[in-house]
């Protein structure tokens, strides 16, 4: 399976250059951004106005955080298949593992807030 | 970067003006105050004492804090609206002039003073039947407050503590109350603070042309000399704060010490701030505190009742509850000092 992997990674990197794929990323970041920012400044405020359901928010919070983690893979894929639309599948193969991974450690984090650092921080 | 603005230069477009109006809402601070419910805070994690360690205790002691937000952005003031446990309010005259920051410095000091006022009197209350505690403090002077003309305003923090003044003559005193007497011109004159690093410093301040005072305002204290205490406590970093833990952080202090568990397996909270003879003080945010305990399903919960006047926090309480639809009878109960809150907890174990 890795070896599939670094495969697609290989063959990725043969159609697009680095500055192609930096681009994208950061392009993804600050469009991702852009659209979850201000959901995220509003849940802040809400946990701080409704704080007796703190967790209720910080649940929020973790689903906004992998929504923020969804769009920001689907931006970066839009545009590299826009660049190259031949390479759709090898695209999926490199992106959908990493999603999975950057999803898996959200949730992790936020579980760890949730049930770790909350209680802490209420002393 | 160029091609998603491309892709989406219409939404870009036609979004642009109404996602500037919603960033407005969410940064913009207006001069309000939004108080709502928060949350119990267990005393054992912010005060851990070495002694009784294999003590099981099997209910718990907390205090309950409230969110109180100076200076709230408009969204969180539409919020505070839409809540109906929330209070609104015009931000207090004593809060005006100073920054968020120094607000919360304020309410730490407040906390500050609490834990300390709270150590001593659960140590003395203990030690009138176990010899082995030993409670020794000290009284000291802090800055509480200071004016917007304050000379020096930003060398003196919150929580310095005062040490001396030169006044006329080359007089020094070290009481606050004796400054009036030997500063009878407007100045300037040597005041001398030690920081919370230990380090000393002098400044000379003038009194204000238009007030007549030096616009610093003191706070006395007692502080629990941690050496020569026994046993040993350590605190815990907080950030909660204001001073109206002090009853539960004195029962629960006092609960560590004793060989009874005074909670008997119950979920104890309350509010209420400690005087040095153990009597209680009033508190703000009755409503707020009074959810936070309803929400989190606490078995009892102590409240000051100093007597039958319309401001007591007590009968505010039932008010409360009543005009929410809280049954309280149970669960509320009146206390006007440490030693009543003691009573009704030994009585349950009866």
């Not at chain 1, 390479?87 to 450690?105: E, G």
């Not at chain 2, 996602?19 to 419910?37: H, N, R």
């Not at chain 2, 505190?289 to 000051?304: G, L, M, Q, R, S």
Request: charged letters at 15%.
């Amino acid at each position: 399976m890795m070896k599939k992997y670094i495969a697609s990674l290989k063959e990725l990197k043969q159609s697009f250059s680095y500055k192609a794929l930096f681009d994208a990323s950061i392009g993804a970041f600050v469009f991702a951004l852009i659209v979850m920012a201000p959901v995220f400044i509003v849940l802040i405020q809400l946990l701080v106005v409704f704080m007796y359901k703190v967790r209720t928010f910080t649940i929020l919070l973790i689903v906004a955080a992998l929504f923020f983690n969804i769009i920001y893979h689907r931006l970066f894929k839009q545009v590299l298949i826009k660049k190259n639309g031949e390479t759709k599948a090898i695209v999926d193969q490199v992106t959908n593992p990493v999603m999975l991974v950057t999803t898996f450690v959200l949730l992790v984090l936020g579980l760890v807030i949730l049930f770790v650092m909350i209680p802490i921080w209420l002393v | 970067m160029n091609e998603l603005a491309h892709t989406y230069r219409h939404a870009i477009k036609y979004l642009f003006i109404p996602y500037l109006i919603l960033l407005f809402l969410l940064v913009y601070p207006i001069e309000y105050y939004v108080q709502s419910p928060g949350g119990l805070s267990e005393v054992e994690d912010l005060i851990e004492v070495d002694y009784n360690l294999d003590k099981n205790i099997e209910g718990s002691i907390s205090t309950t804090f409230v969110m109180g937000i100076p200076r709230p952005t408009i969204f969180m003031f539409l919020a505070g609206y839409f809540n109906r446990y929330a209070d609104l309010m015009v931000l207090p005259t004593n809060y005006q002039t100073y920054s968020n920051e120094e607000i919360s410095q304020i309410s730490y000091q407040d906390k500050y003073i609490s834990v300390n006022a709270a150590i001593i009197v659960a140590y003395e209350a203990i030690s009138e039947t176990n010899p082995e505690i030993i409670i020794d403090y000290q009284a000291k002077t802090m800055v509480f407050g200071k004016a917007n003309y304050l000379e020096h305003y930003a060398d003196i923090a919150f929580g310095d503590e005062f040490v001396s003044f030169k006044g006329d003559n080359d007089v020094i005193v070290t009481e606050v109350s004796a400054i009036g007497g030997v500063a009878t011109t407007s100045g300037p004159y040597e005041f001398t603070f030690k920081n919370t690093e230990g380090t000393e410093y002098t400044l000379s301040i003038s009194k204000n042309a238009e007030s007549g005072v030096f616009g610093i305002t003191f706070k006395n204290y007692y502080l629990v000399d941690s050496e020569t205490t026994f046993p040993h406590y350590r605190l815990t970093d907080s950030n909660i704060g204001g001073p109206s833990g002090g009853l539960l952080q004195t029962l629960s202090i006092y609960n560590m010490l004793s060989e009874e568990d005074i909670t008997h397996g119950l979920k104890v909270a309350g509010t209420g701030t400690i005087n040095y003879d153990g009597s209680i003080g009033y508190i703000g945010g009755v409503k707020q505190k009074i959810i936070t305990a309803y929400e989190n399903n606490v078995d009892v919960f102590f409240i000051p009742y100093l007597g039958d006047v319309s401001y007591d926090n007590y009968l505010e309480a039932v008010n409360v509850c009543e005009a929410y639809g809280i049954e309280h009878e149970s669960w509320l109960i009146p206390v006007a000092s440490f030693q009543d809150a003691l009573d009704y907890l030994e009585r349950l174990g009866d």
